[in-house]
C-alpha cells in the first residue's frame, strides 16, 4: 500500500502550521503530503516553504486561483496529483494525533473507506496549542483540556488511546459513518469510479455527497471515530450560507434518491464517459 495524505486548506496559514506539526509527529513516515489549497495567498506559500524545511516533511502544494469557494475542484486535482493508492483525508485546521495514519492503515481493506472523529477545541485552547503540545501528545490529554479550560463533556472518550476500549465505543457509538473532512480515507481507485468530488457543490456537503456515492457504488463504510482523533481548530465559517447550505442539501438528497455513483462535474468531465 502506497499512502498519500491531502490536506484542504484557504487563507489560514497559523492554523496551517499547527496541523503539520501534526503530519510531523506521525509514527508511520511513509507518505506523500499534499496540500490542496483553494487559493491562498502569499502567506499560506511562505509558510509551507518554511515548514518543509523545519518538519522535513515532503509537500506539494496544489494551488488554484482563488474564484471563490471551489473546495471540491482542488480536493480533485490533489486526487488526480496523489501517487499513492489509498489516500487519507484530513483538513487545514486540524491537528491528527501521532498514531493517525498508522490507524488508517491499520483498518484499511477493499471494499471500504473509513470514517474518523474529531475533538473540536475553543477558540482560545486552538490559540494556545504549540508545537512541543503537539510533538509531545500532550494535546491529547485531558490534563492540557483542562490545563486550558475546556470542558469536561462525554466528547472527551473520543481521546481514548486504548485500543479494546476504542473498538468497543465503536460499536456501540449511534453515529452514522459518513466522509468527513477532518478524517477519512479510501482507496483511489474507488474514488475515481465515483468521478471525485461533486464540484457543483457549494461550501457544505461535499465530503457527505461524496460518500454516498461510494456506498451507491457498494463501498461499505467503516466506522474508526473512537481509534483516530485529531484536534479540530476553531475559526470563523465565511463561506457558509443559508442558500450555500441549501443548495447543497439538495444535491445530497437527489444522491441519495438516485442511488447514483456518478457525477458529471469531477474529475472527468463531461465528454469523458466514465468506464463501466
Partial sequence: MQLSVIVSTYNEPGWLEKALWGWEAQTERDFELLIADDGSGPETAACIERLRGETGLSINHVWQEDRGFRKSMILNRAIEAAGGDYLVFSDGDCIPRADFLATHMRFARP???????????????????????????????????????????????????????SAILNRISRTVPTWNGHS????????????????????????????????????????????????????????????????????????VRSRRTWIDEGIRKPGAAPTA
Fill in 111 to 165: 471494499g471500504h473507506y473509513l470514517s474518523g472523529g474529531y475533538f473540536k477545541l475553543p477558540k482560545q485552547a486552538s490559540d494556545a496549542v504549540t508545537h512541543e503540545d503537539v510533538q509531545s501528545g500532550r494535546l491529547f490529554t485531558g490534563e492540557w483540556l483542562d490545563t486550558h479550560d475546556v470542558l469536561r463533556t462525554h466528547k472527551r472518550l473520543l481521546l481514548t488511546s486504548n485500543p479494546a476500549w
Fill in 184 to 255: 477519512a480515507s479510501g482507496w483511489k481507485s474507488d474514488l475515481v469510479a465515483v468521478n471525485g468530488f461533486n464540484e457543483a457543490m457549494g461550501y457544505g456537503g461535499q465530503d457527505r455527497e461524496l460518500g454516498y456515492r461510494l456506498v451507491n457504488l457498494g463501498v461499505r463504510p467503516v466506522r474508526i471515530r473512537f481509534s483516530t482523533i485529531c484536534m479540530h481548530l476553531e475559526h470563523p465559517q465565511s463561506w457558509r450560507t443559508e442558500e450555500a447550505v441549501a443548495a447543497s442539501k439538495a444535491i445530497i438528497a437527489e444522491t
